[in-house]
């Protein structure tokens, strides 16, 4: 089974429109669609905004469910030269407001834990063959960030999460995000608002692709 997940319901709730027979319930009180795309078995997972969030809802299917691999789709903010509708594929996802360097871990890093966790390489190669997008880092923390990390990468408040409980899990994931906003400028919060309002359709059209 492939596992879809996502924070909220407007980035996942179009791609259940794909599912053949499906049946939805919740799960530890998050909601859930199981059925096929394209004969491929799949679930669909809301797991609600933020970090705690984020892992709860990964582990609750990982301890229950047999999964094969894990797709992870959302908004990220960005930084610049990025854009606002750029899709882009997670090289890598670390936290921004994790810190113990003082103990000498590199910021970011959970002890006894990598700094940056990565997406599967054969599902990579797989799933870039057909899209072919940018590759970029993504830094994950429970703040919607206003200032600039670090150009050409993206911010989230899960995708990290959901890598580090897959890595804990031994399960593999890839995660594409769209960028809502530019992280800084002006129009940020109003970019944000337009591009939550249609990403659902955008990450349908991403699943189509992948699961072809």
């Known amino acids: 089974m492939i596992l879809i997940i996502g924070a909220m319901a407007s980035e996942t709730d179009a791609i259940s429109h794909l599912v053949t027979n ?12 199981t059925g096929e795309i394209n004969g491929h078995s799949v679930m669909i997972m809301t797991t609600g905004v933020g970090k705690v969030n984020a892992a ?3 582990t609750s299917v990982l301890s229950t469910y047999k999964v094969d691999y894990i797709i992870n789709v959302g908004l990220v903010g960005g930084f610049k030269p990025l ?3 750029d899709m882009v594929f997670i090289q890598s996802a670390t936290y921004h407001d994790f810190d113990l360097s003082i103990f000498g871990y590199d910021k970011g890093q959970v002890p006894q834990l990598p700094t940056n966790y990565l997406p599967d ?14 590759e970029t880092k993504l830094y994950t923390g429970d703040t919607f960030l206003t200032e ?5 990468s993206v911010c989230d408040m899960e ?3 959901y890598f580090q409980v897959a890595h804990l899990l031994n399960t593999p994931m890839i995660s594409v995000k769209i ?8 129009s940020q ?7 939550e309002a249609q990403c659902s359709i955008r990450f349908k059209s991403l699943i189509e692709q992948i699961l072809f």
Do not use: M, R, W
């Open 22 to 33: 499906p049946d939805n319930f919740t799960l530890n009180g998050k909601n859930v669609v």
């Open 56 to 58: 709860f809802g990964l």
């Open 83 to 85: 854009n606002p509708g």
């Open 121 to 134: 390489h054969n599902i990579t190669k797989q799933v870039q063959s057909k899209l072919n997008l940018t």
């Open 148 to 152: 600039v990390i670090e150009p050409n």
């Open 159 to 161: 995708g990290a999460a």
């Open 179 to 186: 960028i809502s906003d530019i992280v800084g400028e002006p």
């Open 189 to 195: 919060l109003e970019d944000y608002s337009v591009f």
